[in-house]
């Protein structure tokens, strides 16, 4: 049932740091928002940055002082953005490729939960609690049992799992992330209103060519999704957003008290909750809804506000600009678990970008041999007989293990007898030279670094005898003339390979 009753509560505009001070303090002044004798308080921000909203979201969590009876919910909605949770690993969870070319911010969340894709369409709710009524299994029932009231939606329709997420008609609505700080607590939902379809897919998969990929990382739990449009709840305007924000608002202000203090709300009767909404939302019309200035509050990097009894944590943020740099860092996308990635080079990928280098033409004429010719002297270098007279393997894997950024191991192997295991040999034969070279160039930098002498300027003759110093007798054919540029040649090939399929070559355009 499509609902176009306009709102009945009524906006109250303020900075985000006013309304930070009226509340930090357990003993507020009588026209403050969360003066003892206000239960339910409602906010949103004029904000469409993940990273800003976030940012908000943080100074209040650290800012107020909530009694055990308050709860706060804040709206926000942002501009097309991949959100993962605390624990994610990116490469895992987010098309980056895709999303760096078409603009679409990648955040990290300071609490648990998958990856989500936001956009205009996607209403963002925060219910924010004193630590001792933390219940995401009732705040969740909030966003049900008002979709159902609101709507006319059969609550039989609405269900929800044990993380906290909601389905319509068996597919997924809304995601759950929660997290507890010191005496507050918060439960963060998604609310897919009018998003496109086909945009929830675009940004969530991995890009990465991987032979094989090892993380502690949190995954995310696939499903199939839809909107309240889709679903026949809301209609395909450009007000829906505004009319299902308005709706849940009344609700919250009309049944949230009910709903919170019931001992099982997902019990509820929702006929007589449809009801007694009818017959009282109009009663809250002097309800305020705070709309938070906060993109005035980033531009002039407002100081966090602690909320009384609480004190700053060491590595905490000191200014809302300061959080909002720090949520757009490399330093903060990579803040996940340590991962190990294998990507394979075969003898045909090899070649075919050995051959696709600007450079190649002009090096097969300074080396005085056939295309053919200098190829398979290339080629060999890499893919030969071992010291153990292994016959040659057409796969080189790379195995690469990053720590917050940084590559703290390296490895080449070769991959033999097309990678079927047997009980008599391993897979897998170590490139000692290999690993050791690559190693030095790797080891302790960050993943997304170019290499000074062949990915950015340095000094190509160093990194040349490094490596005529580590293949040693294991490369006699290198040709005598352009040997140097026939190094760099294979180096270059190998880094762009393992860039490529590693996708490292992207998080470049990320912020430091």
Known sequence: MWQTQRRCYRVVRTSLGAFLQANASLQKDAAAALHSSTALVAADTNSNSIYENLAAEEALI????????????????NRPCVVVGRNQNIFQEVSLRRATQDGVD???????????????????????????????????????LGLSAAYG???????????????????????????????????????????????????????????????????????????????????PVPSAMDMVKANMTDFFFSQGGRVL?????????????????????????????YSLDVRTAVKEDLPFVEGEGRRYACGDAVT??????????????????????????????????LCGLPTWADVVRLAS????ELLHELTQVLFTENEAGQQPSSVLQL??????????????????????PSSETAPEAPVEWLSRFFSSLLVGSPCDTPIGGV???????????????????????????ARDASVLMLVKVLLTIWREKNVFDVCRGVRE
């Open 369 to 372: 041999l056939t295309e053919r």
């Open 62 to 77: 650290r800012g107020l002082s909530l009694e055990e009876h308050q709860c706060v919910l804040l709206y926000y909605v």
């Open 320 to 353: 809302l600009g300061e959080a909002v740099r720090r949520a757009g860092s490399k330093a903060w996308a990579y803040a996940m678990p340590p991962f190990t990635s294998t990507v394979g080079v075969s003898k045909d990928e090899f070649q075919s970008c």
């Open 455 to 481: 990915e950015a300027v340095g000094d190509a003759s160093v990194l040349v005898q490094g490596f005529l110093h580590e293949v040693g007798t294991a490369a006699p054919d290198l040709p005598d003339l």
């Open 106 to 144: 990648v955040a990290r969340r300071a609490s648990g939960g998958g990856a989500v894709f936001h956009d205009l369409q996607n209403l963002c709710l925060s219910f924010l609690t004193h630590r001792s009524r933390y219940a995401p299994m009732k705040t969740i029932q909030l966003v049900r």
């Open 399 to 420: 195995r690469t293990t990053v720590d917050r950024r940084s590559v703290t191991r390296f490895e080449a192997l070769m991959l033999n007898g097309g990678g079927a």
């Open 153 to 235: 939606v059969d609550p039989a329709r609405i269900t929800t799992t044990d993380r906290y997420d909601l389905f319509l008609d068996k597919k997924k609505i809304t995601g759950s992330a929660m997290r507890v700080q010191r005496d507050i607590a918060y439960h963060h939902c998604t609310l897919l209103v009018n998003t496109p379809l086909a945009l929830l897919g675009r940004y969530l998969h991995p890009e990465g060519d991987y032979a094989g990929f090892q993380t502690t990382s949190v995954g995310s739990v696939r499903s199939p999704v839809t909107t309240l449009t889709e679903s026949g709840c809301t209609p």
């Open 261 to 289: 203090n019931a001992a099982s709300p997902w019990d509820m009767d929702i006929e007589e909750l449809r009801r007694d909404f009818a017959a009282t939302r109009t009663a809250y019309a002097s309800c305020p809804l």
